[in-house]
């Protein structure tokens, strides 16, 4: 998000902060979402896919909702809530009679061609909304579906052949493909709401909700580009209870907001001239520079990423949603294992949830008994090489997963071997310079963690690794 | 949020309050700033030859992700970026300031790979056996009033010869108020009195900055990028890199105009006024003691261009040969110390423009000049 993005998302949830009425509330709320949804969307050298990208994601929801949704007729508001979200598409297509585009970085589709595609995709979802009654093979096939897109999106090669497609259907060169030009917005973290939506109502355990409250929660716009991961039974309590904004709550959101620019916009932006990057680390004379490189990048990374999450929470608190938390102070942590559970703390609860407690769940549960520590060591790997591959799945992400995989199985080893052999006292724990050498033994890891993360070349990053250490 | 925040311990009047404040506030810091130029005090906070090297030349650079370099206009902060601000005069020490364009800078050189570096590190000495210490204060415009003005920073460091590089394009009337003149009105204003330069000093260009310009939020960009050079700087101390150097440089053929003009003068029509020798009259008047010596810089010499009535792409022969005759002229008039090195190198040495040689040729200058610098300070001796 740019300064005037936030600026004016800022602006609007003071105004939906401040509105007494709720059903007013709640619209204007749903109309910003679809707005933003559109006016964060990067251009593409795709053309008209800066439209059709926002115009897919609000499809997907709207056709999740009609998977998850129970059984009766459409209700009213329903049916208006459909009608605004066409006509707001609509409504971006007549900006192609403005002499500047507007919302959207380019001049959208022509209009017909917008209406044929609301017609096929609403054809789409009837079909979908009449197969519901088979929803054994329907929800799984919608999380493969929204996976299947996800690894297309995050695979570098196959991001090459699916710009190819698209180019072919827009009749643009497929030669000039590009992985640059795959830039959906959000889909990482939309793809995690609706997989969370989709298995609540497998498990028959979320709540009855309307197809404006689905989508609000999955393009809630502060949080749409670097989340938090809400779960959506926590965001309908908040939605649905009503609470104005008063002078103490302006004052919290308010005081995220001005933590969370200060963090981005100026120290991340700043420490971001240092951080470490390929180039750079061919240049480095020493391996001091080096580390002082990694540092800025370790700590830019987290200042940049929180900021925006402090951004999110303010501008979501004064709108009236209280987005949980996705940082905890994770560079003071003692060992990997609480750093872990305090950075980007909804994302892995997440995986901790559908990934390492199944997956371990099921290793236990072998005909053939597995030692305890090889289930551990499966579970660990397997869920942050998955996190890693979130990001992209390429090497060097893999990499890294698989650098703190192994660092969390080996604390949870050492945590076993000093509770069996060598027990260490509180006080122990609580000594300040106990305290003082996890903080810096762990912080050290994580840091030369992310030299996979900042160099996409694997030889390149083995080759800083090397460097760093003085082999 | 944090569940820190007492219950209805705010109010909306009393954040009004608090809002009125800071803006208030915000405009006193922002009078304060205007009112009292502060420049001077915040390149005093450079990290610049404290925490990190000073750079081997001053800040310029269009690529920052890439060159850890950018170009500035506040000139306390230049200088202060540079390590001649933090190099105390040793005794034995012969200090030489080298001023000219971007080929004295050295725009597709490495920091140790320009003349002055090449000079500095080579280890020269004068007949007195000093050790001729060598600074680059080139800057990329081709302006004799732009070398002024960084001369008049420069003399703070007590140089003991001052060699400008000079050509026809940097002597051009036109092309004197260059961007970093246009910057520095003040200080630009202050020259064209005191010297008495053919130039305008009520031109609205050299007009004292508005007061809003000088405020916080007017100088904004200004402040941004003075703190971005103070990283960038730790960059430049752990890579030595302040330019990104592309690895094809081709020169750009340009076809020359069939009627010889020069920038609009066409032969015949050359006069005095349009060469800024005023401006060199100045800069050896500013340096008082010091010698200076005035080298005519080498160009690019390609005698297919124009059926031979060119020299190169940018300059007419009929002109620049007008053009040397009068600064011989002006010389021996005034007493200055000219080498005219125009034809000096052969045109294999030049790489993107007419002015711009490479490392080897800047090295075999840096020796000529050592030789010279030599010569001179046994003549000094003798006298």
Known sequence: MTLAQIFVFALLSLLVGRLTATCTRSWILFVTNLFAVFW????????????????????????????????????????????????????????????????????PPQTQRIVLTLLVAMGVIAVFALARRERKWIIPAMIAFIVLLLVVLKSETLQLDFSRVLRRVMGQSPALASQVDITWLGYSYITFRLIHTLRLSAMGKLPALTLRELLTFGLFYPALTAGPIDRVERFLKDLRRFQVLTADRFMQGGKRIAIGMFKKFVLADSLAILALNEVKAGQVSSPAWLWLLLYAFALQIYLDFSGYTDLALGIGFWAGIKLPENFDRPYLQTDIGAFWNRWHITLTHWFRFYVFNPLTRSLRTLRMELPVWTIILTGQLFTMVLIGMWHGITWHFILWGLWNGAGLFFHNRWVLFHQKYWPLSSTWRENPFSRAVGIFITFNYIALGWVWFAIPNVDAAFEVMRKLIGI | ??????????????????????????????????????????????????????????????????????????????????????????????????????????????????????????????????????????????????????????????????????????????????????????????????????????????????????????????????????????????????????????????????????????????????????????????????????????????????????????????????????????????????????????????????????????????????ETIYTFTESAGDR
């Open chain 2, 1 to 370: 949020m944090d569940g820190r925040e007492a219950e209805g311990s705010w109010n909306w009047s009393t954040i009004t309050r608090i809002l009125i404040k800071a803006v208030g506030m915000f405009v006193v810091f922002n009078l304060i700033f205007a009112c009292f130029d502060p420049w001077p005090l915040m390149a005093k906070l450079s990290v610049y030859n404290s925490i990190v090297p000073g750079r081997r030349r001053l800040p310029f650079g269009s690529d920052p992700q890439r060159s850890y370099n950018l170009t500035i206009t506040q000139l306390d902060v230049m200088v202060a970026s540079h390590e001649i601000a933090g190099e105390e005069k040793q005794p034995g020490e012969f200090r030489v300031l080298v001023l000219g364009d971007s080929a004295v800078w050295g725009f597709l050189l490495q920091p140790g790979e320009t003349l002055p570096a090449q000079a500095d590190a080579a280890g020269y000495h004068t007949a007195d056996g000093r050790h001729i210490r060598a600074y680059n204060f080139g800057y990329p415009t081709m302006s004799l009033t732009k070398d002024l003005l960084l001369l008049s920073r420069g003399m703070e460091f007590e140089p003991d010869m001052i060699v400008w590089f000079l050509t026809l394009e940097s002597t051009w009337r036109e092309n004197q108020i260059a961007p970093l003149v246009q910057f520095n009105p003040g200080a630009t204003r202050a020259l064209i009195l005191e010297y008495h330069l053919d130039l305008n000093p009520d031109d609205t260009r050299f007009q004292p900055t508005s007061f809003w310009r000088r405020t916080i939020v007017g100088q904004r960009r200004e402040l941004a990028n003075d703190i971005r050079l103070q990283f960038y700087g730790l960059l430049w101390a752990s890579t030595g890199v302040d330019r990104y150097i592309p690895t094809t440089a081709a020169r750009e053929i340009r076809e020359p105009s069939a009627d010889l003009n020069y920038h609009g003068t066409l032969p015949g029509e050359l006069q005095d006024s349009q060469l800024s020798f005023d401006v060199l009259s100045a800069g050896v008047a500013l340096a008082g003691e010091v010698p200076v010596l005035i080298i005519n810089e080498p160009i690019y010499i390609d005698e297919s261009i124009g059926d031979g009535r060119y020299y190169n792409e940018d300059y007419p022969r009929w002109i620049y040969d007008s053009f040397r005759e009068r600064l011989w002229a002006t010389s021996e008039r005034e007493g200055w110390s000219l080498l005219d090195l125009w034809d000096w190198l052969p045109s294999e040495d030049f790489k993107d423009s007419t002015v711009h040689y490479d490392a080897e040729a800047a090295g075999v200058l840096a020796s000529f000049l050592a």
């Open chain 1, 40 to 107: 964060l969307q990067p251009q593409t050298s795709l053309r008209h896919f800066d439209f059709w990208f926002p115009a897919a994601t609000i499809a997907l929801i709207v056709l999740t909702w009609f998977i998850v949704r129970e059984r009766s007729p459409l209700a009213s508001e329903d049916k208006i809530s459909l009608a605004v979200i066409v006509s707001f598409i609509l409504l971006i297509s007549f900006t192609r009679l403005l002499p500047q585009p507007l919302i959207i970085p380019t001049y």
